[in-house]
């Protein structure tokens, strides 16, 4: 070890380590990035090559070295991310929940932030009015009217004639009531695909114009239940792997005109999506009336009762911190290279793994053990499952 101190290699390697640190730490002063973390990884080279040069000689410690480097310095420029300066964004769906943190994020980062709101008049707006800069601008913008997708066009096409629009991000979104699909009436998945899928396509068609002449980013609020099947999501989880298909197409198709475009897989997140009771009230009444009567029977008054016992429990298990799916939209915002596809939260990319990775029988016997606390329709029932239901 002593030899390596004072040899010209061993301070050719304090040299890189140095020069690594600083250039890290410089790129990260200019963007948003978390310089603990930029620290940690451009020491880590130095640290785990001591340690093999402890454990295994020169020769050893070099080639983790040098390995560690190689490793360090791709994670690193994978995490570069571009200067803020004065880029435009435009996000849907900012009355509540995820939308509208981002538009807080975004607006206290720096941007200039269009937040698309459903109601312009209603509490989201107002408390993004009251809370953020005068850089953000609110629109009137629900995405199903074509009226109102154009009149957000031009407002923003005119604001942003100098700098152009960075950035679309298509989060406006419905979850519906998560029921079985037998069960789901007909308007509930005309109602998730109008919203989730038609709004985005037809908003996203409309700005790409805009996109194309700044070469920006166009982002998705896709879902865990876009990439794998999950019980109770077949309207919401259809729409949203209709989104994450086009989505997939769009990152092929623009690339040629260099926009970049990411779809986000959040898993549970506690935001507005999970609904009000007197939401519930409604969709629970809607299901019912449109339930044939052999259906109703076969599963049961109880079992259809329970369903809403699933959005009670709901929040309980969704993280009320959305800092991960703000940190990844950030990075499909203004990463050099952003990724085509983010899986923030619990368990989102554990399980696509699996359902990408193993026959699909493995993912459902998986699914069917995570949900076998489940209550069981009327005429599936053992007494062993009656004595459970009671
Ligand atoms: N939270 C999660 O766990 C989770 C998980 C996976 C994916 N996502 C996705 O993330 C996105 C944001 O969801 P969130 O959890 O933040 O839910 P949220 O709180 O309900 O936010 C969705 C927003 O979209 C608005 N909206 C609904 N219909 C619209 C329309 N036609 N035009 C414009 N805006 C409309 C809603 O307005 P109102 O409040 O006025 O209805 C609401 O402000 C959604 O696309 C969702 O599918 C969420
Ligand atoms: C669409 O938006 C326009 C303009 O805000 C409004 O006049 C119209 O009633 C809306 N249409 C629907 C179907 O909501
Ligand atoms: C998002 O989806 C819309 C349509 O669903 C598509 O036009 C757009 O290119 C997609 N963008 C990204 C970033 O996935």
Redesign the pocket.
């Known amino acids: 070890m002593d030899a390596l101190a004072s040899s010209p290699l061993g301070w050719l390697c304090a040299g890189v380590t140095a020069l690594f640190g600083v250039t890290a730490l410089c790129t990260a002063q200019r963007s948003p990035m978390d310089k603990a973390n930029v620290l940690l990884w451009s020491l880590l080279p130095a640290l785990l090559g001591l340690l093999c040069l402890a454990l295994l000689g020169a020769a050893g410690g070099l080639v983790v070295f040098l390995a560690t480097c190689l490793i360090s310095s791709t994670y690193l420029g994978g995490q570069i991310l571009l200067p803020v300066g004065d880029k435009a964004v435009l996000v849907?769906?900012?009355?509540?929940?995820?939308?509208?943190a981002l538009a807080k994020y975004l607006d206290s980062l720096g941007f200039v932030v269009f937040a698309?709101v459903?109601?312009k008049d209603?509490p989201?707006a107002e408390e993004l009015q009251r809370s953020c800069s005068g850089r953000l601008s609110l629109l009137q913008?629900?995405?199903?009217n074509a009226t109102q997708v154009k009149e957000a066009y031009l407002k923003v096409s005119e604001k942003v004639q100098s700098t152009g629009l960075w950035g679309v991000v298509n989060?406006?979104?419905?979850?519906g009531f998560p029921a079985d699909g037998e069960l789901l009436p007909m308007s509930n998945y005309r109602q998730c695909m109008e919203?989730?899928f038609f709004?985005a396509v037809e908003l996203s068609k409309t700005f790409l114009p805009l996109l194309r002449k700044s070469q920006g980013r166009l982002v998705n609020?896709s879902?865990?239940a876009g990439g794998i099947p999950l019980p109770r999501y077949a309207a919401y989880g259809a729409s949203?792997a209709a989104l994450s298909m086009f989505s997939g197409v769009m990152r092929q198709e623009l690339s040629k005109w260099g926009i970049k475009v990411a779809a986000i897989h959040?898993?549970?997140?506690r935001?507005?999506?999970q609904g009000t009771s007197d939401l519930w009230d409604k969709q629970e009444k809607e299901l019912m009336e449109n339930l044939p009567a052999d259906t109703r029977q076969a599963y049961g008054e109880d079992y259809l009762q329970g369903l809403r016992s699933y959005l009670l429990h709901m929040p309980t298990c969704?993280d009320p911190d959305l800092s991960p799916v703000l940190g990844d939209v950030l990075h499909a915002l203004l990463a050099r290279r952003p990724h085509g596809l983010y899986t923030p939260g619990k368990g989102a990319y554990l399980l696509l793994c699996i359902f990408c990775c193993f026959p699909l029988w493995c993912y459902d016997f998986i699914i069917s053990k995570m949900l076998s606390a489940e209550p069981v329709p009327r005429e599936q029932r053992t007494s062993e499952d009656e004595s459970k239901n009671l």
């Open positions: 849907t769906g900012s009355d509540t929940g995820i939308g509208h698309g459903l109601d209603g989201g913008l629900d995405v199903t989060n406006a979104g419905i979850l919203v989730n709004g609020m879902s865990m949203k959040p898993s549970g997140f935001t507005g999506i969704c």
